[in-house]
């Protein structure tokens, strides 16, 4: 069994695109997942899955989501020993849990992406690129960043999670084990 943890793009945040985590534990339940816990309300959910491929899983997510919903959400699934990489390579060590964020990228950002981005007209805020995620430094937090805006317009789809979200979704990870 491998366990994943799953994000969902833009859901439950500002009062639209609702979705009640019980009804996404329970189509994680129907595409063979099982060991599920959700975290918060902004689709996060961890759970355990026969060996399967990812890309396949987040396919299926999808469909059952929009089946079940009407709205087009995309997923994004990270084993735990991936997200367990992205913890232990963090860029921004000293960075609060709240002006450090990881963009999840639904697929690997092409190396040029951000290539045209002048990164230096926006500091203080900083981006390291990572395999298929994006660590993001936003020291006025995300609220009053330009960043993040920028690097969506250029690279491929992708969430984001505050650090304290990576961090409890990690150890949601660990407990299933």
């Known amino acids: 069994m491998t366990i994943y943890v799953a994000l969902l793009r833009s859901i439950n945040v500002g009062g639209r695109r609702s979705l009640k985590m019980s009804d996404l534990k329970t189509l994680i339940e129907k595409a063979g997942g099982s060991s599920i816990t959700t975290y918060i309300q902004s689709g996060n959910a961890v759970f355990s899955h026969a060996s399967r491929s990812a890309t396949a899983l987040e396919a299926e997510l999808e469909r059952r989501i929009e089946a079940a919903s009407g709205m087009d959400v995309p997923v994004v699934l990270r084993s735990a020993a991936q997200w367990g990489e992205i913890v232990a390579r963090n860029p921004f060590p000293r960075a609060g849990d709240k002006q450090l964020h990881v963009v999840l990228l639904k697929q690997r950002a092409q190396k040029d992406a951000f290539a045209t981005l002048d990164l230096k007209s926006y500091l203080p805020e ?24 920028a690097l969506d317009r250029r690279g491929p789809v992708g969430t984001a999670r505050n650090w304290t979200t990576v961090l409890a979704l990690e150890k949601l990870a660990a407990s299933i084990r």
């Open 126 to 149: 900083e981006v390291v690129v990572g395999t298929q995620h994006l660590y993001l430094h936003l020291p006025n937090g995300m609220g009053r960043a330009k960043l993040p805006l």
